[in-house]
């Protein structure tokens, strides 16, 4: 996949691993969840344990 420059800050090929390293994840998992959230239906149910595993992300990193 070509990741495109960014005319306002730093590429994106740069902001990639940085924002997955603050959320301790790879590059392919947060460019993954990104198109995930980009085609998502707003109206679709999210499993109880997608909710239970961002609730314990945040806690984690709040504790951090």
Partial sequence: MR???SRRGPPVMDTV??????RGVGPTATVREWIEAAVA???AVVPLSVITAAVAEYRHR???
């Fill in 3 to 5: 990741l495109p420059l």
């Fill in 17 to 22: 691993p940085r924002r997955a390293s603050e």
């Fill in 62 to 64: 709040r504790a951090s």
């Fill in 41 to 43: 239906d707003e109206a």
